[in-house]
């Protein structure tokens, strides 16, 4: 299949760039770019930063970037046709941490409570198979194996204005939003608000639960192809997902009913601007036919997608 | 497949009742039963309540009840197994409310911005082939069809303690969790907090998108058939969901992030108790495997649906 | 000063009652009123029920009503001035309870962290010297003597429609709002949802601290002088209350910020109705001038009092 | 005043340095500092950058710093003992912002609503009667005449690790906090996330009210006096803040209810650490004792002080 989506689209690609990256960032920013590349380039990459996802732990990687798209202005949107994105380690890791977590009290929803212990969860994963297997040491059910849905946890361009942002954070220029929706198959669309756009991309969950209610995803190292475009003289203010079924818009905040409502109402702006409803048109139909996701309660903005089913857009 | 439903389930009810409704309730509360029932009693019924979704239009329907559960204790679990929920009638309403609705200012969520406009759609219905159609007035896309996904937005028993609230609140005692998940092939478990239950049910929706964002679903009529029995001798705190493929449980609460937490934190609990799963073993697997969805962001409490994928349970 | 303010007010009240309770009521409604008065009356009462507040300890109590007032419609306004509140017994008690509480998970705000310890800190009060003092068992301060500032947790009428609310509940009927402003001094206004009013009042707290964050006030036994009286024709959607200083909203609400908004939009309001304030002038000058005071964040609503100083308002 | 403040304390101080202020900064982060000062300095500065709040209007002014304050380290706390802080124009502006603000709709919490008219208030400013003047242009009170209350917006250490975060933010570096009372007589003590602290200060506001809630106080331009010190080997997490009747902290989150604990909890732990308190106990007392002041509830986090009159201390 990535064979075929490459040949599919090598009719229209001016480009195909191999990138290994050697420097992981801490942060969002502007900052010399990593690599520059023309629109319409088809980027094969990876994550391959450690040793968290090793059988001797170690620090958090950071994200790959920033890459430069030649010719993006404030005007324009960036396109980020996720080709492929497959892991390519054989072990994932999952943490509990005390200070980090969504069930629980931590070090951003501070409670007098007891912390919860910290635990550490490495994951045995089957490349081929697609599952990843794990041991609870404390449960009747002793190993669990569960289906691998490959996923990008960090998409983003630089911040708007000087910000700079630790890769914990989702925001309008995406970021660690880790929605399980930024999937191969789906192309996301970022705002640009510097020139250059300034693309991130990292933080690979082999899979990863609604939520990601417990701190982390089966974070471990991935190929990744994408392909990185831009859709000149037409700006948005929030990212948006599309894939075969869905048009989608993820909002990231505090509290999760304002990343909820932002979400929507950015759907709506989306149905107003290019597919001509009225806003209480779109609204009261929104009722009937939205679907959503809570794609994470952890981190410094929450972040949810909203859902609008293509069937239901004008032909 | 209904008749089927009941042929099968025929062999191990000692009852089958069929109840037509005659009034209509404005609060879960303790009252006078209109029904009686023994355990493991299959209740035809409707909740054929108007004008509202009439082409006239009038107040919002109340719901059907409340039913004493014969020998049900406040040690037991009321059973609710959906059996049918299908709409009996050829229109189904919609409004939007200037004072309720998700993605606008509304009187529990008070800004000093003007309101939004009141308006109604009316949705066409056809029972048979299960589709909706309504028309946007102000949109490009003037007419729009959706299939029915019809589901129950209340069922509940009567709260704990003497407090009566208004069909629009959900809450422990379930009532008006307004969830896409209450409906056929569903069973919902209820607590009891008063001997006999004081089982409720009512709101039936044609369909409703997640959220219910816009302030109602396709409001109608319904027959209703649902198998009403007890687990004795086991008492839950929330109402709990099960269907073919999840276990589920329903919080209600604001603000959101409550709800979801809620939610997750008694499929936890669910975990530990009946499936020998540890705590913190149980929250890093929900981690990697949890769904879930938003069933309403417009009832005094939010609802949110935490799901556990069954093949990961223990055999 | 007692004496002083009966005096006062002696030549413009047609009635003072003195009411000895004898049933405590556990929710807010429309029931069997224990007392009936005319528009003008000063009602001379107490709350003393027990045990919770005695060395033995024992149950919440509930509140005294309901006081059906004479010719109250809801097209009118309940004013309860409140002169005097007045602690009347040797003991004032606190807990903390490990499901309720504002700093810790509690059975609403749940999370995965153990729960707090239970604890109860009897205080002895000096009623004459205004002093209660208490042991603080595990600190270096081992004894902490503070001057008390005693005020009514609840005054209410019967909630909008057929709803009953728990003690616990504060909302738009008022309720239990546990708003240190509710004291001698105040004058608190209320709508009305029924004919009668029913006003309830009860919950006195020798002194609480702002947001109540470890779930109870000094709860004890009061004396309580209030007069009760009727604004016709003129109806208000929340309640408002008003010192020699400050005319003020008390918004009752989850999450807290909409509580924080609900006062503040209401006091906007209460500034166009009656002051001559443009919307948007209000909230500039509110933006300059507004104080507000966070009453509780342990109840089923939190309570936020919004505030404006009577010097800035139109002669 | 000022003069015997500084002579009190210039038996104590080491230097005394002016610093007139050429470049104003749009993030806290670390970078080139402007001035680097001794441990016990008292700095004699000003933050006169306009135009925003001439009559003209303008940008909105960044802020003064960094200063590298010698020997600074991450073990240590800062102290910024505000001596002065007097406005020193003869205008101060306040605005409403269609995109920002506390009472309606924004740009972070997203409604489908019409947003409020944008707007903006030229107060005349006395600053020897210490009073300020605007127009109310659509009110019956046509105009109003304030108390001046001087205090800075703006006090901040470098935030932790790599990010930058823009002049609006409030956080555990101290930053957009918008608390009334950090006015002269209250000292500051900041967390050290970098060696030299890199001190900023900035957003003078010539009166304020609780929540900020229209978006801005009344902005203008301030002398301003300092005593910058270290407390050597103690750390701290959250900025602290002392004046002669409380300790207090300052927590800064969304939610506001999340910003409203994290202040509380940490008042707590200070109690245990300083004061010998009991956790337990000292959240008991809290319930009874404690005071807060909701600061905004406008800027990316909202901010909440906790407070503890001292008189409750151990001796």
Do not use: C
Not at 175 to 188: H, L, S
Not at 243 to 265: C, E, N, W
């Amino acid at each position: 299949m990535l064979l075929a989506a490459l040949l599919a689209s090598s009719l229209l690609v001016q480009d195909t760039v191999r990138f290994t990256p050697t420097i992981q960032q801490p942060t969002f920013e502007v900052r010399e770019p990593v690599l520059r590349v023309k629109p319409n380039t088809v980027l094969i990459s990876n994550t391959n930063f450690g040793p968290y996802y090793t059988e001797q732990d170690g620090p958090f990687p950071g994200e790959v970037g920033p890459i430069y798209v030649e010719g993006a202005t404030t005007g324009d949107m960036l396109v980020v046709e996720i080709i492929r994105v497959h892991p390519n380690y054989k072990y994932a890791a999952a943490k509990l941490y005390p200070d980090f977590g969504g069930l629980a009290a931590d070090n951003r929803v501070r409670m007098l409570n007891d912390p919860n212990p910290a635990a550490r969860y490495l994951w045995e994963l089957d490349t081929v198979a697609m599952t990843g297997t794990t041991t609870l040491p404390n449960s009747r059910l002793r190993q669990v194996t569960v289906d691998l849905r490959p996923m990008l946890g960090r998409v983003a361009v630089a911040p708007r204005g000087a910000e700079a942002f630790s890769g914990l954070w989702p925001g309008a220029y995406g970021g660690n939003m880790d929605a399980p929706e930024v999937r191969a198959g789906t192309t996301v669309y970022l705002p640009i608000f510097h020139d250059g756009a300034y693309f991130y991309f990292g933080d690979g969950h082999a899979r990863q639960g609604q939520g990601e209610v417990a701190g982390t995803g089966l974070e471990t190292s991935m190929d990744v192809v994408l392909r990185l475009d831009l859709i000149k003289g037409k700006a948005i203010d929030w990212p948006r997902l599309e894939d075969k079924d869905y048009i989608m818009v993820a909002g990231s905040a505090r509290p999760l009913i304002d990343a909820f409502r932002l979400a929507h109402v950015e759907l709506i702006e989306w149905l107003e601007q290019e597919y001509g409803f009225d806003r209480w048109d779109a609204y009261a139909l929104l009722g009937q036919v939205a679907e959503s996701s809570v794609a994470n309660i952890v981190d410094p903005n929450y972040t949810v997608v909203a859902k609008f089913p293509k069937r239901f857009l004008p032909r």
